[in-house]
T-cell receptor, first 114, second 112 residues
Framework: DTGVSQDPRHKITKRGQNVTFRCDPI?????LYWYRQTLGQGPEFLTY????????KSRLLSDRFSAERPKGSFSTLEIQRTEQGDSAMYLC????????????FGSGTRLTVV | GQNIDQPTEMTATEGAIVQINCTYQ??????LFWYQQHAGEAPTFLSY????GLEEKGRFSSFLSRSKGYSYLLLKELQMKDSASYLC?????????????FGKGTTLSVSS
């Protein structure tokens, strides 16, 4: 297993366009998290899946954001009608249960909205 | 709600020891984590404390005092490659999925 994979690594899009990111967690991990990180800040929690069920969404996740995890494997995060304020690193992490050793993070997708 | 505070920046020289402090407020504390993040890369796990005391792992140690809402990460024998952001994160049992809540990070610069 090569860890948590995210695709693409970088995405530049024009304001108003829709974008979709993919995360492939470690295969046996049942929990998957999306975080957003802007320059000089720590990661901010966006949403959490346990298997295929989305169990929590942060108030940061506006109605332009949607996330899915069909079949409890990979996950997608879609942003509709992107705004410049959406420019950030989007990080995916996974864990097996509560994970006393924290999560394993992917390398992230850096989104730039121009 | 939760609140996590850590210094924004620190500097140190190779071979020295540095201590990065973190204070937190959370209603359902269930563990404190330290992560290292190099610029443009993913955070990587360094340490985990859930009981009071010191956890040592090679050059890195982490301390927790739950009554004071305080932790520190101690880095010994600093190397240039230790230049990175160090993130303090708290797990809150009141947060679904026990999602980690991160501080803003401390940028450590190690010079020769």
């Amino acid at each position: 297993d090569t860890g948590v994979s995210q695709d693409p690594r970088h995405k530049i899009t024009k304001r108003g366009q829709n974008v979709t990111f993919r995360c492939d967690p470690i295969s046996e991990h049942n929990r998957l998290y999306w975080y957003r990180q802007t320059l000089g800040q720590g990661p901010e929690f966006l949403t959490y899946f346990q298997n295929e069920a989305q169990l929590e969404k942060s108030r940061l996740l506006s109605d332009r954001f949607s996330a899915e995890r069909p079949k409890g494997s990979f996950s997608t995060l879609e942003i509709q009608r992107t705004e410049q304020g959406d420019s950030a690193m989007y990080l995916c992490a996974s864990s097996l249960g509560p994970a006393d050793y924290g999560y394993t993070f992917g390398s992230g997708t850096r989104l730039t909205v121009v | 709600g939760q609140n996590i505070d850590q210094p924004t920046e620190m500097t140190a020289t190779e071979g020295a020891i540095v201590q990065i402090n973190c204070t937190y407020q959370t209603s359902g504390f269930n563990g404190l984590f330290w992560y290292q993040q190099h610029a443009g890369e993913a955070p990587t796990f360094l340490s985990y404390n859930v009981l009071d005391g010191l956890e040592e792992k090679g050059r890195f140690s982490s301390f927790l005092s739950r009554s004071k809402g305080y932790s520190y990460l101690l880095l010994k024998e600093l190397q240039m490659k230790d230049s990175a952001s160090y993130l303090c994160a708290v797990r809150d049992r009141n947060q679904a999925g026990t999602a980690l809540i991160f501080g803003k990070g401390t940028t450590l610069s190690v010079s020769s």
